[in-house]
């Protein structure tokens, strides 16, 4: 989707001056040097030359066709149908805010119910809202949820996570209060049982995810969720939905609350953004009256005909202000109705074909990284696979790049015990030259 152009005139002076800024770095002095570009454009060149001008610029840019890119860590390159775009460039949708007046928002509320139904049935929870920001914040809601509905303050995680989503939980969980403790993985990059029954003690809750950060299943799932349960916690599953197709729902064995990332379905890599994410809970009235976001619920009017409305509305700001469940303030509408629409586009069959195919790249992905480098984990991968290089992984990456092939994500700043490591990935889009290139090049550099 285009942006548009706002020349760079003697006026922004005069709007630093207004708000009580000298100088653009001044106004952006929080952001880390050098993230900040201001293009230096003469004066008086129309909107046409602009474009031409800055189109050079971003010719720069490969996209994930002309350079593969194995990068993965939670943003992942998935077809989207043709059909999809095109559905939810519609008016009907494009131009959907929250539905504040659901009498005249029959169609966005539908569509909204739609997405609720299918994650439902995805995830085995009942009750589904009609979307977060994205997993992260879904996770850091979970978090204080449990601890609102238990009384605790503590709340257990993999030390195997996303380095942005623990940053996320460290945010929300500050204000509060709220102790996270992390359990270390054991040799097999599997959650530490036994550290875990240390940790649980106390806990609020205790967030487990389908696959790991590693990109690997967690073969003792089911336990870690009774032993949630026995001390007395609530079990809080990440999953990411595209596997939801191969393997049993998070709903199956004793989730009481499952999250996840739905843009994963009918929305591209956008840089990383925007998201929707994924919150579901069980059947208890006591969690869904503490549960953040909005649901959309479906009714008759009086004269007998289905309608949709926004229900349990007390949970958010514009109803509750600081009393509030949740600070969230907005929903992620559009990427939740671009989901709906290509999970009933896969339907059963079509999601489990995607899970197959993208488990077996992963698996081609990783016996071939197997070759030239240490694939530290056994068991079986989804999409991620971590790598050890006996060379610094830098030096790996900018070969990598010089050779039009974009590698995997730094581990060692977060997880410096696995040394000079990355995580490559691999989705239903990877295709085998692509792999094939990346062995070959790696046993070059590697």
Not at 118 to 124: P, S
Not at 212 to 231: D, K, P, Q, S, Y
Not at 342 to 351: E, V
């Amino acid at each position: 989707m285009g942006r548009h152009y706002l020349p760079n005139l003697p006026q922004k002076e005069e709007m630093l001056r207004e708000i009580g800024f000298e100088s653009i770095d001044e106004l952006f002095s929080d952001v880390p040097e050098g993230m900040v570009k201001e293009f230096d454009l003469p004066e008086g060149k129309s909107e046409y030359e602009v474009f031409t001008e800055l189109n050079e610029v971003l010719s720069g840019n490969k996209t994930v066709l002309e350079m593969p890119s194995f990068l993965g860590a939670g943003t992942y390159f998935h077809y989207v149908p043709a059909h999809v775009k095109y559905l939810i460039e519609r008016s009907e949708f494009l131009t959907a805010y929250t539905p504040y007046q659901p009498e005249v928002s029959q169609g966005m509320l539908q569509a909204l119910f739609e997405y609720q139904s299918l994650i439902a049935e995805l995830v085995g929870l009942p009750i589904v809202n009609s979307s977060m920001y994205d997993w992260g914040t879904a996770m850091a809601e979970a978090a204080l949820m449990a601890a609102r509905h238990t009384k605790r303050k503590k709340f257990v995680v993999p030390r195997a996570l996303s380095p942005e989503k623990k940053e996320v939980l460290r945010t929300y969980t500050a204000g509060p209060g709220l102790e996270t403790v992390e359990v270390p993985w054991d040799g097999r990059g599997q959650l530490d049982i036994e550290k875990l029954k240390e940790a649980v003690e106390g806990a609020a809750g205790v967030y487990i995810e389908m696959p790991n950060f590693f990109g690997l299943l967690e073969e003792n799932i089911a336990e870690i969720g009774e032993i949630a349960h026995e001390a007395g916690a609530l079990f809080v599953v990440g999953v990411d939905p595209t596997i939801l197709g191969i393997v049993e729902a998070p709903g199956e064995f004793g989730a009481d609350i499952v999250v996840g990332e739905a843009a994963y379905f009918g929305n591209p890599m956008n840089f990383g953004g925007p998201r929707a994410g994924i919150f579901a809970v069980r059947n208890d009235r006591k969690l869904i009256r503490q549960m953040p976001g909005r649901i959309i619920g479906m009714t008759k009017t009086e004269d007998g005909k289905r309608a949709f409305v926004m229900t349990l509305q007390t949970r958010e700001q514009h109803i509750r202000r600081a009393k509030a469940t949740s600070n969230i303030c907005s929903n992620e509408a559009l990427v939740a109705v671009a989901a709906a629409i290509h999970l009933a586009s896969l339907g059963p069959r079509g999601l489990r074909e995607l899970g197959e195919v993208i488990l077996k790249n992963t698996a081609y992905l990783k016996r071939g990284l197997s070759e030239v480098a240490e694939v530290p984990f056994d068991g079986v991968n989804f999409k991620d696979v971590p790598v050890k290089f006996r060379v610094p992984y830098e030096v790996v990456h900018e070969r990598l790049l010089e050779k039009g092939i974009h590698g995997g994500y730094y581990l060692g700043k977060h997880f410096p015990e696995l040394g000079e490591a990355a995580l490559f990935a691999a989705t239903e889009t990877t295709r085998k030259e692509w792999v094939d290139e990346l062995i070959e090049a790696l046993k070059e550099v590697a």
